[in-house]
């Protein structure tokens, strides 16, 4: 179930600017796009990785359903525009192990992330402490915005985790969707995590 706050985000991604929301949720199906997932899902593991202006980062992925493809340049597209960016890094990911189950936040500004197959992820409720305790987990389809620490002074960060699936046979399709790397805002910290 989403809390409250994430129900709030859920109609306009520009809630997302607001310093109360460190996350946001966009509820939606899946509806034929699942089948299209679930063959690369179930050839995980693999890393897809694109970047650059949206049509670009898109067609650097390869190979992949055409229906998949313009769902993800739809969601790219949106992205940079809330973003106010030309060019964005796009990673489409099938997983079948516990990479990134710990419960952390990203060394980035805002992250995109839906699951076309699988267990969605993991986030901890606005206002609650940064634990495995309480976690909510995104239905497969649901699109999230997840706040990274460096968004801006006094935005606080979701913490989440993806969920483990490498002793259950369970697989992942993960899209990621982030702003370029500004080396300049990156200061002393360290580099984006790959989940």
Same mark, same amino acid.
């Given at each position: @179930?989403?809390?409250?706050?994430?129900?709030?985000?859920?109609?306009?991604?520009?809630?997302?600017?607001?310093? /109360?929301?460190?996350?946001?949720?966009?509820?939606?199906?899946?509806?034929?796009?699942?089948?299209?997932?679930?063959?690369?899902?179930?050839?995980?593991?693999?890393?897809?990785? $694109?970047?650059?202006?949206? *049509?670009?980062?898109?067609?650097?992925? *390869?190979?992949?359903?055409?229906?998949?493809?313009?769902?993800?340049?739809?969601?790219?597209?949106?992205?940079?525009? =809330? @973003? +106010?960016?030309?060019?964005?890094? !796009?990673?489409?990911? $099938?997983?079948?192990?516990?990479?990134?189950?710990?419960?952390?936040?990203?060394?980035? /500004?805002?992250?995109? !992330?839906?699951?076309?197959?699988?267990?969605?992820?993991?986030?901890?409720?606005?206002?609650?402490?940064?634990?495995?305790? +309480? =976690?909510?987990?995104?239905?497969?389809?649901?699109?999230?915005?997840?706040?990274?620490?460096?968004?801006?002074? $006094?935005?606080?960060?979701?913490?989440?985790?993806?969920?483990?699936? $490498?002793?259950?046979?369970?697989?992942?399709?993960?899209?990621?969707?982030?702003?370029?790397?500004?080396?300049?805002? @990156? +200061?002393?910290?360290?580099?984006?995590?790959?989940?």
């Amino acid at each position: @179930m989403l809390d409250t706050i994430d129900t709030a985000c859920a109609t306009d991604w520009q809630t997302i600017r607001h310093a /109360d929301c460190p996350i946001l949720v966009e509820p939606r199906t899946l509806a034929g796009l699942a089948a299209l997932a679930e063959p690369l899902a179930l050839s995980a593991p693999f890393e897809l990785r $694109g970047e650059g202006p949206v *049509g670009e980062a898109v067609r650097a992925l *390869g190979e992949i359903p055409a229906e998949l493809c313009e769902d993800i340049r739809d969601l790219a597209t949106r992205f940079a525009a =809330l @973003m +106010g960016v030309p060019a964005v890094r !796009i990673r489409l990911e $099938g997983i079948n192990t516990n990479a990134c189950r710990k419960v952390h936040a990203d060394y980035t /500004d805002l992250r995109l !992330i839906t699951t076309y197959w699988g267990p969605g992820t993991d986030y901890v409720p606005a206002g609650q402490e940064p634990s495995d305790a +309480g =976690l909510v987990r995104l239905p497969a389809g649901h699109v999230a915005l997840f706040k990274g620490r460096l968004f801006g002074e $006094g935005h606080a960060p979701c913490f989440h985790r993806s969920p483990p699936v $490498g002793d259950t046979g369970e697989r992942r399709l993960v899209l990621v969707i982030d702003t370029p790397l500004d080396e300049s805002r @990156m +200061g002393h910290v360290p580099p984006p995590a790959s989940c």
